[in-house]
């Protein structure tokens, strides 16, 4: 078992993710943005919503909940910020595995740490699902700022389209574009 007061600075560890706001609203100079943290719990919300047998589909709402973690101490780092994809990725490896010295080699923080991995090595059926809702949640938020910022937030769905690979996800990506288009 983790001792109890590493788990409760682990979770102050991640209490950032409640506090930083996604950088791709604040580039573009949205109010109130989301954080980190309501990213990931609606795609938990999004994987649990397919309904598709051949995929683990516990596997996805845990991966959903956990892929964004190592953001808590490296923050949100977008293509625009300038930091090369392999300086990101140790950037965030480097978190994940103090998350796990914090926590103790358990099977629970195992268990973290290999979705965080299987999700950054995009190979099983199970992280490309959870591909595509990181950026379908994107474009969902992105039309909620259009509207309620009256914002055009065009970038965001120029960089998604015909991007999304599982069937549920292009029937809501039309769903919103169709949306989108009574605006
Ligand atoms: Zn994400």
């Known amino acids: 078992m983790s001792n109890p007061a590493n788990v409760i600075r682990f979770l102050h560890t991640i209490e950032n993710l409640k506090r930083t706001k996604r950088t791709g609203w604040l580039d573009n100079g949205i109010q109130n943005a989301e954080s980190i943290a309501d990213h990931m719990h609606r795609m938990g919300i999004m994987a649990m919503l397919i309904d598709d047998p051949s995929l683990n589909r516990e596997k996805c709402i845990k991966m959903a909940i956990v892929h964004d973690l190592a953001e ?80 055009k937030l065009q970038g965001f769905f120029d960089s998604t389209k015909g991007k999304f690979r599982h069937p549920a996800v292009k029937a809501w990506a039309e769903a919103l574009y169709a949306e989108r288009e009574q605006l």
């Open 72 to 151: 808590a101490v490296v923050g949100d780092i977008t293509p625009h910020a300038g930091v090369s994809k392999e300086d990101k990725f140790n950037l965030e490896k480097n978190a994940m595995v103090s998350f796990q010295s914090m926590l103790g080699d358990t099977a629970m923080a195992r268990e973290i740490a290999d979705l965080w991995q299987e999700y950054e090595d995009a190979q099983t059926a199970e992280a490309l699902l959870v591909k595509d809702l990181d950026k379908f949640e994107m474009i969902v938020q992105a039309l909620e700022y259009e509207k309620s910022d009256h914002k």
